[in-house]
């Protein structure tokens, strides 16, 4: 049964720094894309950023690509997102995802955390 488990989640000022941990279990995710989507409340569930199994990254906006950082340990199965300058905006349940797909759509993601808060005050 494949498991994604999000930690790394909180109550930050804004200007603070977070960072996100998702350790996947369950099966092999060689060659798998791992990336983390939010969701604000009353909203719907967005693209921050994603990876593929060699390290090559996107972002959704120029704004989370100059402040956000993904990565991944490919040994451990985990993949991180470094999150500096945290805006209130930012304030979500940010949630990893892993699939087959190079893609921003959640539709391309086939297992799924349960999700970790991240809470920027002003």
């Known amino acids: 049964q494949v498991q994604l488990v999000e930690s790394g989640g909180g109550l930050v000022q804004a200007g603070g720094s977070l960072r996100l941990s998702c350790a996947a279990s369950?099966?092999?995710?060689?060659?798998?894309?791992m990336g983390w989507f939010r969701q604000a409340p009353g909203k719907e569930r967005k693209f921050v950023a994603a990876?593929?199994?060699?390290?090559?990254?996107?972002y959704s906006t120029d704004s989370v690509k100059d402040r956000f950082a993904i990565s991944r340990d490919n040994a451990k199965n985990t993949v991180y997102l470094q999150m500096n300058n945290l805006k209130p905006e930012d304030t979500a349940v940010y949630h990893c995802a892993v699939g087959v797909s190079w893609t921003r759509s959640s539709s391309g993601y086939d297992y799924w955390g349960q999700g970790t808060q991240v809470t920027v005050s002003s």
């Open positions: 369950g099966r092999t995710f060689s060659g798998y894309t």
């Open positions: 990876i593929t199994w060699s390290g090559t990254s996107i």
